[in-house]
């Protein structure tokens, strides 16, 4: 019991204010006994079907469109005002930036409320009959809020029991021109996406839903309106999931082994303060204590100068890199590469450069890398002649990875052990192996990103980058390569495009890292470079 006095009888007011319940319905036309039967039938045979009131498609995969989903336009303004009060939350990865509000499930906002009680009892009984498929009554629904520069990119739904995914839009006047399009893709004779072959434009109660299937692939384009906010109800219907495919491998790239090539090539492009042994020693020190580090100015100038020079020029062949649920960027094509770049590619091959790598970061990338006791020698000389210095005792046996400097990662050590099914064998291939390392020349341009995915594979690894044509890049633009720990979102690390900047990173096994996506900000590049779009980067990964 409290305490209060119970309010006096009176017919003209309740004792406790009650939010009032609403009622909707949703389209009669398309609860229409003959208009169901055929579009029963439409998805029984998997054929295309179109009517006033709903519209069956099957390429690139089964999806539906219900115009005017919701009758009432008092209902719908009632709504938005809802969803607009909510807190948002932004959601931020490799794969996507928007706005969240909480789930819906247990909201008690009253058109909410009649919303969730609509699609999750009435049209799913609906939908279950057009679709024989017994839909459960797991509520799962959200309301997310798309603006300038954010995006969702190409991904397929499948989770553990979704089996038909929504999106009811609650837009203003929506063209294609402001972006955030449904973008639906076809799929390779793998079950990957390959490219875009519809875009459905949002549109004010406009209901789309679609099957979630091995080949469902879509993504919301990034919108490009400063004004106007892409403002939608999405969520998922549960059911018996479709069997998958297996997992598609791609072929691993190819790793080789250093070039020929000695220390003279390294006195044409570098910058001689990195050749100077005791300053190599200084950034051993601080690779060991990070596991990163930035070396800025890295090139001499007039040969980086040569470098931008022949990228601006035009001439090279770029061949495009997906699939697009794994990566979009521009590839160079080597063979077409003017004799400046090859030159350029050809340092991060050789044998000189691997020996220099070791210097830098004490990992066993040549026969050559002074072995454990030389380093411990070479730092007690180094200590006794800098009495301030401070000493890191690391070991260097490339069969222990993880004694060689902490690699980027949240806990390297333990996530080594969790990992590795058969260490000795694997600690035998290591010791055996010789030092490899594959690279590309890449162009990054508006729209351009790398994701994580489920096949990601996770070593230990040098990375290596340096950046050419970035002059005025802003963290804002995206772009930037960030590294993640295994199953979280928090970035550990994050390397932001500097010019002649060589970024060096060591990662274990429980990391990973995507470059984030390209958003249209960085049209503002053009203002200062207006014959630039985007930049270049020279990659390669090392391995011991």
Known sequence: MNGKRPAEPNPGRTGKKRKKEVMVDFSDAVTEEILKKQVAEAWSRRTPFSHEAIVMEMDPFLHCVIPNFIPSQNFLEGLQKELLNLDFHEKYNDLYKFQQSDDLKKRREPHICALRKILFEDFRTWLSDISKIELESTIDMSCAKYEFSDALLCHDDEL?????????????????????????????????PKQIVKSLIP?????????????????????????????????????PSLTRPPNYFEPPIPRSPHIPKD??????????????MD?????????EQQSEILLKEFL?????????????KGGVKWSSRGPPNKRFYEKAEESTLPDILKDCMTLFHSEALFLLLSNFTGLKLHFLAPSEDEMDDTKK?????????????????????ETNPAAISSNSQQSNEQTDPEPEENEAKEESSVPTCQGELRHWQT????????????????????????????????????????????ELLTVNPENNSLALVYRDRETLKFVKHINHRSLEQKKTFPNRTGFWDFSFIYYE
């Open 279 to 287: 300053y190599q020693i200084q950034i051993q020190e601080e690779f």
């Open 160 to 192: 553990e029991g979704r089996r038909i995914a929504f999106i009811l839009y609650l837009v203003p006047p929506w063209d294609r021109s402001l972006g955030g399009t449904l973008d639906l893709y076809n799929v390779d004779e793998h079950f990957q």
């Open 203 to 239: 549109s004010w109660n406009t209901l789309v839903f679609f099957e979630v299937s091995p080949v469902s692939f879509h993504q919301v384009s990034e919108v490009l309106s400063e004004e106007k906010s892409r403002l939608s109800i999405s969520g998922w219907f549960h059911g």
């Open 300 to 312: 001499k100038p007039e040969k980086f100068a040569d470098v931008c020079e022949a990228l601006e």
């Open 263 to 276: 220390h003279e090539i390294l006195y044409e492009w570098i910058n001689p303060t990195y050749l100077d």
């Open 381 to 401: 000389e180094a200590a006794a002649s800098a009495p301030d210095s401070t000493e890191e005792g690391t070991s260097y046996s490339s069969s222990e990875p």
């Open 447 to 490: 729209g351009h990103y790398t994701l994580i995915h489920d096949n990601s594979k996770t070593e230990f690894a040098l990375d290596l980058l340096l950046y050419c044509g970035c002059e005025g890049w802003e963290p804002e633009y995206g772009g930037f390569t960030s590294y993640i720990a295994k199953g979280e979102d928090e």
